[in-house]
């Protein structure tokens, strides 16, 4: 079956202005994990949603960070005021009730 | 929060050889799962292991969970085994990265 997609694969932007990034998790899948790795570097906790509970939201950087999620399903990521420190790539991964987690291929944003 | 720590952080191997690498974390977890990131980022499952041991192919894993920490064995390794691999922890929906051994694997 269709793994997690996420899109847009590549995205430039200038300091200061928002971005969005998708996420379409696995068909089913009741948990959907944000994370972001900046180059040579492990992976950063962002945002977790499971199912209607609040999401947990703790790994969020700052208050330019947001994200939601649709209808138990799609998720975006919104940053606004982009600043260079934000280029990174943005990992979305999903899973079942058994926890083990899909990644998506990511996407990498490059902030000028 | 609870601490990850993988161990070595880099690693380079001769085609044919056999490594074994490790995790540590601080306290009890929910699951805990490996993954390889290949050269081109992707993130590829390769085991789910809250405890026990499995194995697939060439790899297999072993979580000790009451003493806290996973190991990961990859045997007559090959050039493709060449990335970074990743050990993460789940504990309360809250997901931990340990910071990745790379591993080169020459021909």
């Known amino acids: 079956g269709a793994g997690v997609s996420q899109s847009p694969s590549n995205k430039v932007t200038e300091k200061g202005k928002d971005v969005e990034l998708r996420c379409d998790p696995i068909?089913?899948?009741?948990?959907l994990y944000w994370y972001r790795q900046s180059l040579g570097q492990g992976l950063e906790f962002l945002i977790y949603?499971?199912?209607?509970?609040?999401?947990?939201k703790s790994g969020l950087p700052s208050d330019r960070f947001s994200a939601e999620r649709t209808g138990g399903s799609v998720s975006t990521l919104t940053i606004q005021r982009t600043q260079q420190e934000d280029s990174a790539v943005y990992l979305c991964?999903?899973?079942?009730?058994?926890?083990?987690?899909?990644f998506g291929p990511g996407t990498r944003l490059t902030v000028l | 929060g609870i601490q990850v720590e993988q161990s070595p952080p880099d690693l380079i191997l001769q085609e044919g050889a056999n490594s074994t690498l490790r995790c540590n974390f601080s306290?009890?977890?929910?699951?805990l799962q490996w993954f390889h990131q290949n050269p081109w980022g992707q993130l590829i499952n390769l085991f789910y292991?809250?405890?026990g041991t499995k194995q697939n192919g060439r790899l297999s894993a072993t979580t000790v969970a009451t003493e806290r920490y996973s190991l990961l064995y990859i045997s007559s390794s090959q050039t493709t085994d060449s990335g970074v691999y990743f050990c993460?922890?789940?504990?309360?929906?809250?997901?931990?990265f340990g910071d990745g051994t790379t591993l080169t694997v020459k021909p």
């Open positions: 991964a999903s899973s079942s009730f058994t926890d083990t987690q899909y």
């Open positions: 068909s089913g899948h009741t948990a």
């Open positions: 949603f499971q199912g209607n509970s609040a999401p947990d």
């Open positions: 306290d009890s977890v929910n699951n």
């Open positions: 292991i809250p405890s």
């Open positions: 993460a922890v789940l504990r309360a929906g809250k997901s931990t």
